[in-house]
């Protein structure tokens, strides 16, 4: 089976304040703050939900088609070398001409206060993919994460058409889709992924219960940080999957999800079973918290096969 991961290519800009955002802001003056103040560390990273993704289910040895936009400024282009040099094609990513590449600027103080500022660029453009080039004669898993709303409606109505398998993961463009859109999109998705805080917002913009959002979907992933992720599937209750304890805690767990979604889809992919699929994504997540960045870290096979093992007491065969 072959994945595709529709989402967001972007650049994070990290900076770091060695003090309190909170010790510069005037209370009776918050209409008027202007600020300007020396960071101690900057450091631009790799990003994106189909970026980060991708990234991770190359080192678990898939070759994912990845969809999405960049422009082409020198930051879409680095990104698409970077998307080559992993061997990946790159019949899905366009680079629009005159547009910069989405990126984001996170200031964060010595108390983890942020300030975030996100510049959406090409990613609001669509890549023009057509999913029916996908292989034919061949099983097909798509996700649909966060990027521009437009396409992700279209790559939803273009899975039902062709009868693929996707995953509706809507995240951070939950406000953007409102409730039509989100309701439209998840029509037949095979899952609905969100973390907790999402699935809230997903549930008071579309005003849908539960028994009615599997009315839609067959299954739900809900993921919760630290504190693991929640299966759910229509009929059958629900399974708690705890979080792999980390070795050692990187610096900033960002890009987590992202890479509990390719471990996700890598067992999907193989055939597991869902509990055994959402454990994989536990463990490949693990990896990253333990990294410095969203495209830092790294992993072999056997690394993961003996992590899983040790923490679920189940075997998987990832060399195959």
């Given amino acids: 089976m072959s994945i595709a991961c529709f989402g967001s290519l972007a650049f994070d800009r990290l900076m770091s304040y060695p003090g309190r955002f909170s010790d510069h802001l005037i209370a009776d003056k918050l209409d008027q703050v202007s600020l300007s103040l020396l960071v101690d560390k900057v450091k631009r990273v790799y990003g994106g939900t189909a970026g980060n993704i991708g990234y991770n289910l190359q080192l678990l040895g898939e070759k994912p088609y990845i969809i999405g936009s960049l422009g082409d400024d020198p930051d ?163 399974q708690h999957i705890m979080a792999v304890p980390v070795r050692v805690l990187g610096s900033d767990p960002t890009g987590a999800g992202d890479a509990f979604r390719a471990g996700l889809l890598k067992g999907l992919a193989m055939g597991e079973h869902l509990i055994t699929a959402c454990r994989l994504g536990a463990t490949v997540a693990a990896f990253r918290v333990e990294g410095e960045s969203t495209q830092s870290h790294t992993f072999t096979l056997m690394e993961v096969m003996g992590r899983h093992a040790s923490a679920f007491n189940e075997q998987v065969n990832l060399i195959k």
């Fill in 76 to 238: 879409g282009q680095d990104y698409a070398d970077r998307i080559k040099g992993w061997g990946l094609p790159l019949d899905g990513v366009k680079l629009h001409s005159g547009q910069m590449t989405a990126g984001c600027v996170i200031a964060s103080d010595e108390n983890n206060s942020q300030f975030t500022f996100f510049h959406p660029g090409a990613m609001n453009l669509p890549s023009g993919f057509d999913l029916g080039t996908l292989a034919p004669g061949q099983d097909h898993l798509v996700i649909i994460s966060p990027a521009g709303a437009d396409e992700m409606r279209s790559l939803a109505a273009d899975c039902r058409r062709l009868g693929l398998k996707f995953i509706f993961d809507p995240g951070q463009q939950i406000p953007a889709l409102g409730k039509e859109g989100l309701l439209e999109a998840l029509e037949e998705a095979h899952m609905l992924i969100c973390n907790e805080y999402e699935l809230n917002m997903f549930q008071q913009s579309t005003e849908l219960s539960l028994d009615e959002i599997f009315s839609r979907t067959e299954v739900i992933v809900m993921t919760k940080g630290a504190a693991g992720s929640d299966l759910l599937v229509h009929g059958r209750g629900s």
